[in-house]
């Protein structure tokens, strides 16, 4: 599945139909369920759009990092742009987060290069294709923690 997900097709493909369905999943099973879980661990995060002030949720992978933190790459599937989650943690890093079934709220810290290098290999390990998605994308690619309050 990662040389498939690390593909130039699957960046197009995916967005417009994995991103719905996990949200449609999640919502029906309560929150117990997400289709991409089976790959990686997956999870629900709500943030404060940066240009509308309305509430955005996003499926995203996740590396959980003991019981109050997880990291998220800012990959969107190796394209040139940041996703626009990034954008409004940069601008509102209060956010919310739907993890297992549990409902929390987290505080956003985007990681500077040294933090990002400590951190990097264990995320490569959880998901190789990352270095591919920042190959083809050409940008730095963000990663942020998420500390729960």
């Known amino acids: 599945m990662q040389k498939v997900a690390g593909t130039p ?3 197009k493909i995916a967005p417009p139909i994995i991103t ?3 949200r449609f999943v999640h919502k029906v099973s309560g929150g117990r369920i997400m289709l991409s879980r089976g790959m990686l661990p997956v999870l629900m995060l709500t943030t404060t759009g940066a240009k509308t002030g309305q509430e955005r949720t996003v499926p995203l992978a996740c590396m959980p990092d003991g ?3 997880i990291y998220l790459v800012g990959s969107n599937f190796g394209r040139e742009q940041h996703p ?3 954008g409004n943690l940069r601008k ?3 956010a919310r987060v739907s993890f297992e079934g549990e409902e929390f709220g987290v505080v956003a810290h985007q990681l500077s290069d040294e933090e990002k290098a400590e951190v990097w290999p264990r995320l490569l390990e959880l998901w190789p294709t990352y270095d591919r998605y920042v190959e083809r994308s050409g940008r730095n690619i963000r990663v942020f923690r998420l500390e729960r309050i």
Do not use: M, R, S, V
């Open 9 to 11: 097709a699957f960046a």
């Open 92 to 94: 509102t890093p209060q």
């Open 67 to 69: 019981d109050d933190t």
């Open 20 to 22: 719905p369905l996990d």
């Open 84 to 86: 626009a989650w990034t």
